[in-house]
């Protein structure tokens, strides 16, 4: 294997552990609300404008069927709701409730003591974490920009404050 291939295949099982490590983080689920997949789609309605099912299937490079149905079980527990395009187009678009937006909150909450108890028992220093931050940041904007499908961060870490 060459050096290069060694250091990909690091890479990708310190992804996989890392990935790991965050979730175990997050501990039981006692007091959360959402499932992953809702998590992660309101966190994307909420950082920028109202989608599509065909947008937001893009973004997370899945089926639109598999989108359609984690949207419709948001819809039938009031996470999401369903707009006209503010633009005129003929497309239905998803906007989180109040009511997403607030379990978001909290369990985002959890999921951020969580992070935040990793980087206690780890010792990390300000400076070391702050650095691991920031190269995080580079690695997915690259990959966002690489797709044509950036996430507006709301502050830290956004270059362009553009969706």
């Known amino acids: 294997m060459s050096d290069q291939e060694q250091r990909l295949s690091d890479l990708e099982r310190e992804m996989t552990l890392l990935s790991r ?4 983080s997050r501990g039981p689920r006692i007091g959360q609300s959402l499932d992953r997949s809702a998590y992660v ?3 994307r309605l909420e950082a920028g404008d109202p ?18 149905r984690q949207v419709s079980a948001m ?7 369903r707009i006209p395009d503010p633009a005129g187009g003929m497309a239905r ?9 607030e379990r978001l909150e909290a369990d985002r909450a959890i999921s951020h003591a969580g992070t935040t ?8 220093s300000e400076e070391k974490t702050e650095q691991f931050v920031s190269l995080l940041i580079e690695f997915n904007q690259s990959i966002e920009r690489m797709e044509g499908l950036t996430w507006s961060r709301g502050g830290a870490g956004d270059e362009s404050g553009e969706e």
Request: glycine letters at 6%; zero cysteines; charged letters at 20%.
């Open 93 to 101: 678009k998803f906007r989180p409730t109040p009511l997403g937006l």
């Open 75 to 81: 819809l039938k527990n009031g996470l999401v709701e």
């Open 41 to 43: 789609l309101l966190t």
């Open 21 to 24: 490590h965050f979730i175990a």
């Open 117 to 124: 108890r990793l980087i206690e028992v780890t010792g990390w």
């Open 51 to 68: 989608l599509t099912l065909k947008e937001l299937a893009q973004t997370f490079h899945v089926d639109v069927s598999t989108i359609n």
